[in-house]
C-alpha cells in the first residue's frame, strides 16, 4: 500500500540535517528512536508556506501540538505531546491510530483502455480484480525496475482508483502521461480512450488498528430503506476491499459518499478513507470526520510518521526511495507475488514493462545479483540505513541495510532489512552488521517481524 516513509538514527545532541536520496532529516533522537523526513516532489495542495505544502487537516495537527517535520514537500506530523514514539506504536497494536496521509497522490483512471495501460505498466492480474477488489503492485520501467509501488482498486468495468506515493510525485505523472501517450500512439486512438484525473484536492486518512472497525462501524450511516443497495456492515468488508460509505457526524449530519477501504500500511486491520473535497477544498469535510473519529481518546489516538514508519518496518513493509528503486525489479525485492499467475508466459498479453527480465528471474531465481531480506540484530545500537553486511567469518561485505529500529512490539529487538548477495538469502543465514565501525551479530529474517492482523474472510485478522 501504497502508500506511505524509514526511520533514521542520529546521536544524541546531533541536529544537524542528514541528506540521503530524496529526504531531509532534521532531528534530536536517540538510537531506541525513528525520526526520518523524507521530501520528495511538489504537488498543488489546498495551502502552502513556501516550498512546503500544507495538507487539509495541517490546522488540526498543530492545534494538537504536533512536531511538525518536512516530508515529501509537505509538513507533516512526526509526533504528538500525549504519547512518545513507542507509546504510540504501541497504541497502534493495541487500540487504534489515524494518520493523516493525504500527501500520498489519489489518482482515477477510467476509459475502453484503463485496464491495458495498468497491466502494461505493472505485472499484476489486472483483469481478474472483482469490482472493488484491490490489489498491491508496482509501476515498472521498460527496464523491469521498480518505478514506484501502488495500491490499485477497481471502481468498474472501466474504472480505476489508484494511490502512488508523495516523493515520487513528478517522476511518476511524468511516467504515466509517457506510457498512456504510447499506448493511444500504438493503438491508433483518441486521447478520450484513456480518461486520468489526479485528485489533487482530496484528502486521506488510515485508521489502523484492532479497535478501528468499532470505531469507524459506529459512524456509518445505515439507510434503512436502501440496505438492500449498500451494505453498512463492516464485516462484509474485507482486506483488500472497499465500499462507498456515508459516515453520519456528531453534529448529525451525513457526509457525502466516502470511498473506504480496508488496508493500512501498518501490518493492522484497517482502513483508509479517501475524502471528496467539496468546491475545490477538503478541509472543511476531513477536519470533521477526523474530529469524530478521534472523539473518544481512550481508543482512538493522532499518530504521526515515527510511529508509522516503525509499524511498516515490524510488517516488513518497503518504502520507496530506500528499501526499493528503479534498480530492484519485483523478484530482486521479495515481491515476485505481484506479478499475476496468469502472466508469467512469453505469449499472456498484454505484455508488461521489462517482463523478459521479471520472467528470468522468476524461473532462475540465481540469476538475481542481489535479494531483499529481513535481519536480526544482537542487542545494542540498531543498524542504520547504509550499514554495511558482512559475511562473519570473511569480513566480506555482502550487502547493505535499507531501513532498521529496534522494534518496539519486539522489546526493541533491532530489526532491519536490507539487501545481500544471492545465496545469504536464507533464512537462519548468519552475517554481520556494521554499526559504528562494529560488526554486530545479525541473522537473516522471515519477514513480516510480525504476523499480519489483516482481516481476511478465511481466518478474520490474521495474515
Known amino acids: 500500500m501504497p502508500q506511505c516513509r524509514p526511520l533514521s538514527y542520529v546521536r544524541p545532541n546531533n541536529k544537524q540535517l542528514l541528506k540521503h536520496h530524496n529526504r531531509v532529516v532534521s532531528t534530536t533522537a536517540r538510537d531506541d528512536q525513528c525520526t526520518t523526513q523524507p521530501t520528495g516532489q511538489r504537488r498543488h495542495a489546498s495551502s502552502s508556506s513556501g516550498d512546503v505544502k500544507r495538507t487539509p487537516l495541517y490546522e488540526v495537527h498543530t492545534q494538537a501540538g504536533a512536531k511538525m517535520v518536512p516530508f515529501a514537500s509537505y509538513s507533516m506530523p ?53 469490482k472493488h477488489s484491490a490489489t498491491l503492485s508496482c509501476l515498472l520501467s521498460e527496464a523491469g525496475g521498480i518505478v514506484d509501488d501502488t495500491v490499485i482498486t477497481r471502481l468498474g468495468r472501466d474504472s480505476f482508483y489508484f494511490v502512488t506515493n508523495a516523493g515520487r510525485r513528478e517522476e511518476d505523472l511524468t511516467f504515466l502521461q509517457k506510457e498512456m501517450d504510447k499506448l493511444l500512439q500504438a493503438k491508433e486512438v483518441s486521447k478520450d480512450k484513456l480518461n486520468w484525473h489526479v485528485l489533487d484536492h482530496h484528502s486521506l486518512v488510515a485508521l489502523q488498528g484492532p479497535e478501528a472497525v468499532n470505531v469507524l462501524q459506529e459512524l456509518v450511516f445505515k439507510d434503512e430503506e436502501d440496505e438492500e443497495l449498500v451494505d453498512a456492515d463492516l464485516s462484509t468488508l474485507h482486506f483488500g476491499h472497499s465500499r462507498w460509505l456515508q459516515l453520519t457526524l456528531p453534529d448529525g449530519m451525513n457526509t457525502p459518499s466516502l470511498l ?138 555482502i550487502g547493505k541495510i535499507t531501513s532498521g529500529c529496534p522494534a518496539p512490539s519486539m522489546d526493541g529487538q533491532n530489526i532491519a532489512m536490507g539487501y545481500v548477495k544471492n545465496g545469504y538469502h536464507k533464512k537462519g543465514t548468519q552475517v554481520g552488521v556494521k554499526v559504528r565501525k562494529n560488526v554486530r551479530k545479525a541473522e537473516v529474517a522471515r519477514m513480516p517481524f510480525l504476523d499480519s492482523k489483516f482481516y481476511r474472510p478465511d481466518n478474520k485478522g490474521s495474515s
Open 260 to 397: 473506504i477501504s480496508r488496508t493500512g500500511y501498518t501490518g493492522e486491520d484497517g482502513f483508509e478513507i479517501s475524502i471528496p473535497s467539496e468546491n475545490g477544498d477538503s478541509t472543511e469535510l476531513a477536519t470533521s470526520i477526523t474530529r469524530a473519529l478521534t472523539a473518544n481518546k481512550d481508543r482512538v489516538k493522532w499518530a504521526g510518521l515515527a510511529a508509522r514508519d516503525s509499524l511498516r518496518l515490524e510488517a516488513g513493509m518497503c518504502l520507496y526511495g530506500h528499501d526499493i528503486d528503479l534498480d530492484v525489479t519485483p523478484p530482486m525485492a521479495a515481491l515476485g507475488w505481484v506479478v499475476g499467475k496468469d502472466r508469467r508466459s512469453e505469449d499472456a498479453t498484454p505484455a508488461f514493462n521489462g517482463r523478459n527480465e521479471i520472467l528470468k528471474q522468476l524461473a532462475s531465481p540465481k540469476s538475481m545479483t542481489r535479494r531483499r531480506v529481513g535481519v536480526l540484530i544482537e542487542k545494542g545500537p540498531p543498524g542504520r540505513e547504509g550499514a554495511e553486511i558482512v559475511d562473519p567469518v570473511s569480513n566480506e561485505v
Open 78 to 130: 512526526l509526533d504528538y505531546p500525549d504519547q512518545s514514539h513507542s507509546e504510540s506504536h504501541k497504541w497502534t497494536r493495541s487500540h487504534a491510530s489515524l494518520f493523516d496521509v493525504s500527501h500520498m497522490v489519489q489518482h482515477k483512471l477510467s476509459g475502453q483502455l484503463a485496464e491495458e495501460f495498468l497491466m502494461t505498466v505493472t505485472p499484476s492480474s489486472i483483469n481478474t480484480l472483482s
